[in-house]
């Protein structure tokens, strides 16, 4: 790699749920560009596919394994990771909202009570973990750079996506007052957005029928209505821009990679 290439060099980043999929992609990307990538999971073996794909490309990483719904889990995660390695420069917030054990797209009406607060915690208390674990390190660092990743239904209303729309909703802004309130650390905090990604489709549980149809539901509206695929390395390539120094002048701030499927505000 090209000494241009390494802007990350000697950063220490983590990157939760980057055992598949958006993480794994935002993993490399760090790592291709020369900072040492903790891979946060939970499965330790899926966790180690990563870290060897990563060496071998000739890139630094290491497994932390922690469920991103225990607070607690993460708070030792992010203390193990500072003590091991020294400092927390980078956090990409990720993962939880699209794996296995959460919901998936319900019209209101369709949804219990116990689905409300697991969209919020899939959706955004997973994030707001993962940014208070690191905030301490962070600080004592000297700063840092914070990029969560979320959805476009936060920025735009979306059938079926009431309460995914609303927790991201609910994050968006969270992120802009943290950017002005740690900006006083040197802590830079933004946000990447996404809609339909063509290699990354979702295992969570089922949804309302109306929107889960096989060959006519929810996923393929998406699909028909974006202008441009979007795969797993374009969320990369943009998690990557925020975290690198060319995006110093840039906090509070939500890019949308979406393939043009609609220009949110």
Known sequence: MSQQAQVLEGKIAIVTGATAFIGKAAAGKLASQGATVVVNGRNP?????????????????VFERADLMDPAQVQAMA?????????????????????????????????????????????????????????????????????????????????????????????????????????????????????????????????SEALMKKGAGMLEGLKKRMLFDVRCQDIGNAVAFFAGPESDAITGQTLSVNGGLSTPG
């Not at 073996?45 to 990483?61: H, M, N, W």
């Not at 019209?107 to 689905?115: G, N, P, S, T, V």
Request: hydrophobic share 45%; aromatic share 6%.
């Open 79 to 207: 203390d193990r990771v500072a003590e091991r390695l020294g400092r927390i420069d980078i956090l990409v917030a990720s993962g939880a909202g699209a794996s296995t054990d959460s919901p998936s797209f319900r019209l209101f009406k369709d949804m219990e009570i116990a689905h409300f607060e697991a969209y919020i915690r899939a959706h955004w208390l997973t994030r707001v973990y993962a940014i208070r674990a690191v905030y301490p390190h962070m600080r004592k660092a000297g700063g840092g750079k914070i990029v969560a990743i979320g959805t476009d239904a936060g920025r735009v209303a979306t059938v079926g996506e009431s309460f995914i729309g609303g927790a991201t909703g609910g994050m968006m802004q969270m992120c802009r007052v943290l950017a002005r309130e740690l900006g006083r650390e040197n802590i830079r905090v933004n946000m990447v957005a996404m809609s339909y990604i063509s290699d990354a489709e979702p295992r969570w549980q089922e949804g």
């Open 45 to 61: 073996e899926a966790g180690a596919r990563v870290v060897e794909e990563i060496e071998a490309q000739g890139g630094k990483a």
